[in-house]
């Protein structure tokens, strides 16, 4: 497995991936946009040149959003998101980052256990945040 920084190239497999794992995925359009902001970290993990992962990291001033980490169905539990979240989180240590926050879904426990071991804490519920079906957001926070 490589990590990689994502390009345009490596956008119809994220997207794939994408519209296998959340009920509002994001669009080619959306991370076309977001690979080119001067203020976003987009990272792919890729086995024999297939995306098999991806993570999109946003920041302004020292604050960060982790606003997008999914795994190919068939490569989940296999460190794929740990990898990719570990290089997020060294970049965040180089851009001098205070803290990230996510947003997650109250039924998504796997996800809020991952978080929770990468010493993230929850702060918040945003009710009804979701929809499709209608469910409460978790917020979390890392600090740094």
């Known amino acids: 497995m490589i990590i990689s920084k994502m390009t345009k190239e490596h956008l119809s497999g994220v997207v794939e991936i994408e519209n296998s794992s959340f009920t509002h995925p994001w669009s080619f359009d959306s991370f076309a ?10 990272y792919v993990a890729l086995s024999d040149d297939r995306v098999i992962g991806y993570a999109v990291l946003n920041f302004v001033l020292d604050e960060g959003s982790l606003l997008l980490i999914a795994v190919d169905k068939s490569y989940r539990r296999q460190g794929v998101a740990k990898a990719l979240f570990t ?16 947003e997650v879904r109250a039924s998504n426990e796997s996800a809020q256990a991952f978080y929770l071991s ?7 519920v945003r009710k009804n945040y979701y929809s499709k079906p209608t469910e409460d957001a978790v917020l979390m926070t890392k600090y740094l």
């Open 118 to 124: 990468e010493n993230f804490e929850v702060v918040a």
């Open 33 to 42: 946009s977001e690979v080119d902001k001067d203020s976003s970290c987009c």
């Open 87 to 102: 290089k997020l989180m060294d970049i965040a240590k180089e851009k001098s980052l205070s803290f990230i926050t996510l």
